[in-house]
């Protein structure tokens, strides 16, 4: 009994002394919905993550419905989680709730939008440089002259607007013989993607490209493109696997790889480093990846523009890769790639 007693003391004892054993972090997040597919595989690289770096995470899907995610943030606020992260349907909305999550000395974490909220953080992305490339990748394909669209997200939203000012700005300063002929807000929706490419289509017939700021657009605008027998070249942002053929073919010059798996597994890698106490930037930038094909790369080398790229089928694999990328032996410092 004696013996019994001294090893539960003990084990007390190391409990009191080693803060994960006494209580586990558990991290929150309130996403914006589960069922799409990237958000399906942001869990369950984040569910790795977990596991990595020692924690739980409780993920809630507000169903696209901003009443519930508040309710799900104040939940999250009363359970006294360690760090929440937050999918934003409306980034001023949810100002007063991350306030007071903070206040209550809870680290908050807003996901792929930049929200002022005062003390939370922001994982973002290097959107204006990264869509900076792709502009100049499209202007170089092109020879610098020729008409070509864009295909952005909603008006308001911070990736999407700064995106869509990067490709823009560098365009028409590096590019000024080329005319971007249109600029259609989608939603991210594909449906209406596709409407934007069959009017651009129709109403420009010298149209030589069409830039996404997310490459579902992309693809949506291509299956337009290819059904009216248009030849054109693209450019996107995502990183997604099933642009592999676009890619190899030379039709995509240029992607950027985040990848849903990667944004999964950083953000939860970043609460949980948050949760610990470690000191990060309020603003993080995710490190990204050009993607082309090393025949495009060379055409592009010609004309005078050279990046740092990886192929398709290494795209493939750093796709799933966030462990050595991202993992808890890396530095705080491998959380950005700064600014």
């Known amino acids: 009994m004696r013996t019994i007693l001294k090893a539960s003391i003990a084990l007390a004892a190391l409990a009191l002394a080693t803060p994960s054993?006494?209580?586990?972090?558990?991290l929150g997040l309130a996403a914006i919905d589960l069922q799409n597919s990237f958000f399906v595989r942001m869990k369950e690289a984040g569910d790795v993550a977990t596991s990595d770096y020692g924690v739980k995470a409780t993920w809630q899907s507000a169903e696209g419905s901003l009443e519930k995610q508040v309710g799900i943030i104040e939940n999250f606020i009363n359970q006294g989680v360690s760090a929440i992260l937050i999918d934003p349907i409306d980034k001023n909305a949810v100002v007063p709730v991350i306030q007071k999550a903070t206040a209550a000395g809870i680290p908050v974490i807003t996901m792929g939008n930049k929200v002022e909220a005062g003390e939370n953080y922001s994982t973002l992305y290097p959107d204006f440089e990264n869509m900076s490339m792709v502009a100049r990748a499209i202007g170089a394909s092109l020879g610098g002259e020729g008409e070509v669209a864009l295909l952005v997200g909603a008006r308001g939203n911070f990736v999407s607007d700064t995106r869509e000012k990067g490709f823009v700005e560098t365009m028409a300063k590096e590019y000024p013989n080329?005319?971007?002929?249109?600029?259609?807000?989608?939603?991210?929706?594909?449906?209406?993607?596709?409407?934007?490419?069959?009017?651009w289509l129709t109403t420009y017939p010298d149209l030589k490209a069409i830039a996404c700021i997310s490459d579902s657009l992309c693809l949506a605008a291509d299956s337009v493109a290819s059904a009216m027998g248009s030849d054109l070249i693209y450019g996107g942002y995502d990183g997604d696997a099933e642009m592999k053929e676009l890619i190899d073919s030379g039709k995509m010059v240029i992607d950027v790889l985040t990848g849903a798996?990667?944004?999964?597994?950083?953000?939860?890698?970043?609460a949980a480093r948050l949760a610990n106490g470690e000191e990060m930037p309020k603003d993080l930038f995710m490190p990204t990846y050009f993607i082309t094909s090393d025949a495009t790369a060379e055409k592009l080398k010609a004309a005078g523009v050279t990046f740092d790229y990886i192929n398709t089928d290494k795209a493939g694999a750093e796709a799933k890769n966030y462990t050595e990328q991202l993992g808890p032996k890396l530095p705080a410092s491998a959380m950005t790639a700064g600014k």
């Open 261 to 270: 798996y990667r944004v999964g597994y950083w953000n939860i890698a970043v």
């Open 178 to 199: 080329i005319k971007i002929v249109g600029i259609e807000p989608t939603n991210w929706d594909a449906a209406k993607a596709t409407n934007a490419a069959q009017t």
């Open 21 to 26: 054993l006494a209580q586990e972090k558990v």
